[in-house]
């Protein structure tokens, strides 16, 4: 698979939807996970991300403006231990909970499917890292429905192991703006992923649309000493 500019590809696209990126920074000293979230919506719109011990929350801008919280309010990052865990809903406990009772990532996720908001049928996204003695491999999932059809989830994970320097890949729920929005489709994108956690943070959030992104988190965690550097954005700062 070719490498692609996320630059441009974002640019490309006025609604992706949610998004996950994981890689390496071009030194190989860094592992990187960043997410954001967009919406069409007033509902989706109202939120803005918070931490929340050593990951993040979602959580209402204007808690008066908040209509339905199922599937917007949650917890998108968790740490477990050497295990960062990064989704676009409430999955991330589920994970969480399924790998601290020793379940695989793929075992965890068996009890979930896409979101149940016809017809989008919003698919699910998820990502892990797993950093160890310096090293570091991260996978990526995706459940999502029958080209529309809620009879069948389809489940794919994509793992990667000892990624390279100075990449990533990138998964995000929609493949375009639409009515009903289509599903992600194909493998996630490789991409570059840079060396400043800064710079990192201005590639994904200026060429995100502006009319439709909402929140942007973005972490390095240093694979020598473990220690951690984040980044959030919101558009309701």
Known sequence: MQKISLKDDLQRNT???RGIVLG?????????AAYFI?????????????????????QAYDPSKLVDPSLIIYAPVRVLGNKTIVTNGDQTDTIYAGMDRQLTFEQAL???????DGPNFTPRISGI???ESGKFNYALSILKSSDGDPQ???????????????????????M?????????????????I????????????????????????????DLASGETETRIVNKHA
């Not at 068996?110 to 149940?116: A, C, G, Q, V, Y």
């Not at 375009?176 to 570059?192: A, I, Q, T």
Request: charged content about 30%; glycine content about 8%.
């Open 15 to 17: 609604y992706p939807g």
């Open 24 to 32: 390496k920074t071009p030194d190989g000293r860094k592992a990187v």
């Open 38 to 58: 967009m919406g069409r919506s007033e509902n989706s719109r109202n939120r803005i991300f918070v931490t929340e011990g050593q990951g993040i929350r979602t």
């Open 110 to 116: 068996r009890s979930r499917e896409f979101e149940p």
């Open 129 to 131: 890292l797993h950093i």
């Open 152 to 174: 069948s989830c389809r489940r794919y994970t994509f793992a990667y192991e000892n990624p390279l320097a100075g990449e990533g890949h990138f998964i995000h729920t929609y």
């Open 176 to 192: 375009h703006d639409g009515d009903p929005l289509p599903s992600f489709e194909g493998e996630p994108k490789r991409v570059e």
């Open 194 to 221: 840079l060396d400043s956690l800064d710079a990192m943070t201005e590639l994904l959030w200026t060429n995100l649309n502006l009319d439709n992104k909402v929140s942007l988190f973005v972490r390095m965690i």
